[in-house]
């Protein structure tokens, strides 16, 4: 499961599960996700979940800037549209998000060295 996860102060302190389709950010009613900040444009952001074509089990995550005042931001740098990845870092206006796919195989492999005789 893709789940997004909303960081305050380097806590996640609160997460949405993610479904194949399409996810809209921004300040307005009506957006999946909506943000009561200033700084957001009224439709800012849009995440795209569509299921890989060889590995339908797992999905292609794109997010594209719709156009906003102040940017869409992919671990710090500026975007108009990019591949999302577990673990990649997305700030719109004041919030920070992190993308954390359960089925990531990262962090979990163990090596084995096997010494020779």
């Known amino acids: 499961m893709i789940k997004l996860k909303h960081i305050v102060n380097g806590i996640a302190v609160s997460e949405m599960d993610m479904t194949e ?7 307005n009613p009506g957006n999946s996700l909506q943000l009561d900040d ?3 444009s009224g439709e800012h952001a ?3 979940f569509v299921a890989n074509e060889f590995l339908p089990e797992m999905f292609d995550i794109t997010i594209k800037d719709l156009g906003s005042t102040n940017g869409t ?3 710090g740098t500026s ?3 990019q591949k999302l990845k577990h673990s990649d870092s997305i700030r719109i206006g ?3 998000f992190k ?3 359960d089925q990531s195989a990262i962090g979990t ?4 060295h096997v010494p020779e005789d």
Do not use: C, P
Request: aromatic fraction near 14%.
């Open 21 to 27: 389709g399409d996810f809209t950010i921004g300040r």
């Open 38 to 40: 200033g700084v957001v």
């Open 46 to 48: 849009l995440i795209t």
């Open 73 to 75: 931001f992919v671990n």
């Open 79 to 81: 975007i108009k549209e």
């Open 94 to 96: 004041t919030h920070e």
């Open 99 to 101: 993308v954390f796919d």
């Open 109 to 112: 492999q163990t090596e084995y």
